[in-house]
């Protein structure tokens, strides 16, 4: 199996969906390579589409800002990643067929962090990981448990941007409960 580098140099000229005709830069992920925490999220906004990283804007911001409050981590500490790797047009919700042509670059980025615990931000990424059809309202408020470690379900930053004092207060629990995973007992 190809390393991180090796899939990401793959990743940057892949064409296997539309997306790849809109995008400014692959958002392959970042972060460290041994993290026992990745963060999955949805897809690249327009900020992310820019800098080529993802979570750079304002829902990168809002958990950088959970990761050190909730988890005492700062974003270099963990390994941050998309569903999708290229923006979806007008930020529209990634269509089966991307989220298909995208899964084996995070498959395998899962099976080369082989992190203990991950945090999946929103419906797109809580569905693509768990192989259910639950939303995220049901699904977050538990861990998971997720081939060699957990998976804990959260809302996506965004919805906290949007939604207010209740989703986050509901985050910040989300993330206090997957740091007891991080914890040495």
């Known amino acids: 199996m190809p390393g991180l580098a090796d899939l990401e140099l793959i990743a940057s000229s892949c064409t296997k969906c539309p997306l790849a005709g809109g995008r400014t830069t692959v958002v392959f992920g970042e972060g460290d390579p041994r993290a026992s925490l990745m963060v999955v999220g949805e897809g690249p906004g327009r900020d992310e589409d820019l800098q080529g990283r993802p979570f750079v804007g304002r829902s990168g911001q809002l958990l950088d800002r959970l990761l050190a409050e909730e988890m005492g981590l700062d974003r270099k500490q963990v390994y941050i990643a998309n569903v999708v790797k290229c923006r979806p047009p007008g930020n529209r919700d990634p269509e089966p067929a991307e989220i298909d042509a995208c899964r084996p670059f995070l498959e395998q980025q899962v099976d080369l962090i082989d992190p203990k615990l991950v945090l999946t931000l929103g419906n797109f990424a809580t569905r693509v990981l768990l192989g259910t059809k639950e939303g995220i309202t049901k699904l977050r408020g538990?861990?998971?448990?997720?081939?060699?470690?957990?998976l804990v379900p959260t809302f996506h930053p965004a919805a906290a941007l949007r939604g207010g004092g209740e989703v986050l207060s509901q985050m910040r629990a989300d993330f206090v409960r997957a740091h007891q995973f991080l914890v040495p007992a």
């Open 142 to 150: 538990r861990s998971y448990p997720y081939r060699r470690g957990m």
